[in-house]
Nanobody
Framework: QVQLVESGGGLVQAGGSLRLSCAASGSIFRITAMGWSRQAPGKQRELVAGILNDGSTNYSDSVKGRFTISRDNAKNLMYLQMNNLKPEDTAVYYC????????WGQGTQVTVSS
């Protein structure tokens, strides 16, 4: 099992940027993939971005070109750089890791004002 803790959420104006961090601990060696998901009020959880151990990445169409996912394996950290934020990006953002089943963090709130 992997423990995950997100940080970096907050309130930002539309067009602004935020960087989320996810710190992993526990059975790090079991991780095969990590990623970010988000859930807006009244909506289902949506996958945002994923990154495999080989560094390959994928993004949802809604964030492609604006968000960048990355990992610092030496520090057991994963990041989500979010640029050109829009009000519709407002949600609780969760990091997850497959190790091998999926573990979730507790989430961090991102609010984008118009």
């Amino acid at each position: 099992q992997v423990q995950l803790v997100e940080s970096g959420g907050g309130l930002v104006q539309a067009g602004g940027s935020l960087r989320l961090s996810c710190a992993a601990s526990g059975s790090i060696f079991r991780i095969t993939a990590m990623g970010w998901s988000r859930q807006a009020p009244g909506k289902q959880r949506e996958l945002v971005a994923g990154i495999l151990n080989d560094g390959s990445t994928n993004y949802s169409d809604s964030v492609k070109g604006r968000f960048t996912i990355s990992r610092d394996n030496a520090k057991n950290l994963m990041y989500l750089q979010m640029n050109n934020l829009k009000p519709e990006d407002t949600a609780v953002y969760y990091c997850y890791a497959f190790a091998p089943s999926r573990d979730w963090g507790q989430g961090t709130q991102v609010t984008v004002s118009s």
